[in-house]
């Protein structure tokens, strides 16, 4: 046996070294078995010898824990019409370029209105609302998004056009959930059973999700629908417009007119309005045009149906002097301000 401390060989069985005193073997305390001076672990038990020594530590998984709950969601599915036409004689970079685009423009629209992409199958588009997060406007945030996507997918192509299904309802959710829905229920193949009877260009709800964004939304009542595999019809609603802030904030007594013939122009101004939320900007836009344009209207609608960020506000006090400023010469001038809740 050598010592460990200067090499030097001593007899079998000494348990100091006879050249320089160090020790040469140590008991185990568990088994009572002699083992190396240095040895950290018993050669015959494998108890810890040394004070150092410590079981080896497991290692704990750093992803969290997925835990299933029942939720009040809001679910919108969005799919396109026409797609497998034009996608029919496209070349497949172009279709993929088309797609892209799409579920891009689909996904800024959700997170803008506080709701989180679900899932993309195919060319659909399944997003909820009321998780991880929940507000209490979850179901008018899901109309308004179901809203603007359908109008959006008219300037991706001339052809092209999308329909949306919006219903509301406690359903299984499943936090922080990878590889995997994140949430399931009769509550999802319903809204998607229910966008797959909508017209092209149209957003179809039930009726939770009427009666929570009715204040806001105007709604057509379109009857009772049979949808595949649910024994009992469905009662559907078109949503019509946005006619009010959120939670019917600024909405007016009187009768609603349509916002007709500038659905372009309104497009461009919401777009300014959600950039100025995301990038924490000031925005000027100019409405030019002869008096009975309309002006104010098209900048009170870009508001009403804007509303969508708790962060962002329209219409400060400065934009309503620059506005009544600007109407006796032909411009209407409105600012478009990002400002904390």
């Not at 709950?69 to 993929?96: H, N, Q």
Request: net charge neutral.
């Amino acid at each position: 046996m050598n010592c460990g401390a200067c090499g030097a060989e001593n007899r079998a069985g000494s348990r100091f070294c006879d050249n320089c005193g160090a020790g040469l073997a140590t008991t185990c305390p568990s088994c009572g078995e002699p083992n190396r001076a240095d040895a950290r672990f018993c050669s015959t038990c494998g108890h810890a010898l040394a004070a150092d020594a410590a079981a080896p530590a497991r290692i704990e998984s750093s992803a969290p824990t997925a835990e299933a709950e029942r939720r009040l969601v809001t679910v919108l599915f969005t799919d396109l019409v026409g797609f497998t036409t034009i996608a029919e004689d496209r070349d497949p970079e172009a279709v993929r370029e088309l797609l892209s685009t799409y579920f891009n423009t689909a996904t800024r629209i959700v997170e803008v209105h506080g709701g989180i992409v679900e899932k993309f199958i195919g060319d659909a588009v399944m997003a909820v609302w009321g998780t991880p997060i929940a507000h209490e406007d979850d179901a008018e945030r899901a109309v308004r998004a179901g809203l603007e996507l359908v109008d959006a997918v008219k300037a991706l192509h001339p052809d092209l056009q999308a329909r949306a299904g919006v219903l509301t309802g406690e359903a299984a959710v499943t936090l922080n959930a990878t590889n995997q829905g994140m949430v399931a229920g009769d509550l999802v193949n319903t809204a998607a059973r229910l966008q797959g009877v909508a017209e092209a260009g149209t957003v179809l709800v039930g009726e939770a999700t009427r009666r929570a964004a009715e204040r806001a939304v105007v709604f057509e009542p379109l009857g009772d629908h049979s949808l595949k595999g649910k024994t009992a019809p469905v009662p559907a609603w078109r949503a019509v417009r946005v006619v009010a802030n959120r939670g019917g904030e600024g909405r007016a007594d009187s009768l609603e007119p349509p916002f007709v013939g500038r659905e372009g122009e309104l497009r461009e101004l919401k777009d300014v309005l959600h950039a100025v939320g995301r990038d924490r900007r000031v925005r000027l836009v100019s409405i030019t045009g002869p008096a009975g344009l309309a002006r104010a209207a098209s900048s009170g609608s870009s508001r009403s149906t804007s509303m969508v960020s708790p962060r962002t506000s329209i219409g400060t006090a400065a934009a309503r002097r620059r506005t009544a400023r600007g109407s006796h010469s032909g411009r209407s001038a409105r600012w478009f301000d990002a400002a904390a809740a």
